[in-house]
């Protein structure tokens, strides 16, 4: 499934992973989101609930473009530089193309939204 981030007025596309947590977040869509960073790494938001993380494991080692679910706090994280390999991780999908607009300062409004769904 395709999904679309529009952040700042960017569109961004997106490809979603074929899992329990990836279909609970489709599912979850649209969204409005305040991302905020982490770290200078990621952005993170709160979802408005838990995702299944039936069949994930323990954890993943992201990429810059990956879009993620973090677990234990609940909440989404967009990976604009590398990081190591982190429990309770479980990624959602990835985004193509230029990232750049991840790395801009300050809380970021990304509207996300499915693209060509049913």
Known sequence: ??????????VLSATLEDN?????????????LDLEDYASTEK????PKKLSTAGAPAGITPSVGD??????????????????HANGLVKLGRIEGDIQVLRGRGPLNARIEAVGKD
């Open 20 to 32: 329990a947590a990836a279909r609970d977040f489709l599912g979850l869509l649209p969204l409005t």
């Open 67 to 84: 879009i993620t679910y973090y677990a234990p706090w609940g909440n989404l994280a967009i990976f604009y530089k590398g990081f190591g």
């Open 1 to 10: 499934m395709n999904i679309s981030l529009t952040i700042n007025g960017q």
């Open 44 to 47: 993170i938001a709160q979802l």
